[in-house]
């Protein structure tokens, strides 16, 4: 256990409904990430916030992908009208001041 | 642009040493890492090595940087069958964002 929490761990939902997932980060961390992973990749950046703000986002975040970390604490990723493309793990992962990154568990997001 | 290449297999005996092999080709990449990945699990930091050192040690595992031909490695000695996951090499890149690139992955088996 890393202390990066995230729920749900599994998600399955139908082609065109919207879904949020949430991160629970290292408390003391500032810097949180969220990545996608698809079956035999890596990771790929989607976005990441220093506290609150919301400092880069990746190509690969359609406008039907938007993140928030209200009060610099939790995150959440929303993807609104899912498409079957969206089907991957998607991880959150904060960083200590010593530079490591620590990832949660992920949440599996399945689209029928 | 950013890129980390991994050979995507490697095959050992339980008790042989094993070499994973990275290539990446952003030189202003502050910090190298590695992570484990089990089935169906989030990522694990092994070990991590800032641009400037050339060898870290930790235990079982032996980091050797080559910044001048962008390579980095992952040597496991006495390799046990818990040994057996997806490894990733990933870089910070450009920028102070702490962002990771990943490479697609290498799959250690461990025969025993």
């Known amino acids: 256990d890393t202390g990066v929490s995230q729920n749900p761990r599994h998600k399955i939902t139908k082609r065109g409904q919207n879904v949020t997932f949430r991160c629970d980060p290292i408390?003391?961390?500032?810097?949180l990430y969220w990545y996608r992973q698809t079956l035999g990749q890596g990771p790929e950046f989607l976005t990441y916030?220093?506290?609150?703000?919301?400092?880069?986002k990746s190509r690969l975040l359609s406008d039907r992908f938007s993140a928030e970390r209200p009060k610099g604490s939790f995150s959440t990723l929303e993807i609104q009208r899912t498409e079957q493309g969206d089907s991957a793990m998607y991880l959150c992962?904060?960083?200590?001041?010593?530079?490591?990154?620590?990832f949660g568990p992920g949440t599996r997001l399945t689209v029928l | 642009g950013e890129d980390v290449e991994q050979s995507l297999f490697l095959s050992v005996r339980e008790g042989d040493s094993s070499v994973i092999n990275c290539t990446y080709t952003?030189?202003?990449?502050?910090?190298l890492y590695w992570y484990k990945q089990e089935p169906g699990a989030g990522l694990q930091l092994l070990t991590y090595?800032?641009?400037?050192?050339d060898m870290k040690q930790d235990q079982r595992l032996t980091v050797l940087l080559n910044k001048k031909d962008k390579h980095l490695s992952l040597r496991i000695a006495d390799t046990q069958t818990g040994d057996s996951a997806i490894y990733f090499c990933?870089?910070?890149?450009?920028?102070?964002?702490?962002?990771?690139?990943f490479g697609q992955g290498t799959t250690l088996q461990v025969k025993p």
């Open positions: 992962a904060t960083l200590s001041r010593n530079n490591e990154q620590f």
């Open positions: 952003d030189s202003s990449s502050t910090y």
């Open positions: 916030f220093q506290n609150e703000a919301q400092l880069e």
């Open positions: 090595i800032f641009s400037n050192m």
């Open positions: 408390s003391e961390h500032n810097r």
């Open positions: 990933a870089e910070t890149g450009s920028g102070n964002t702490g962002k990771l690139i």
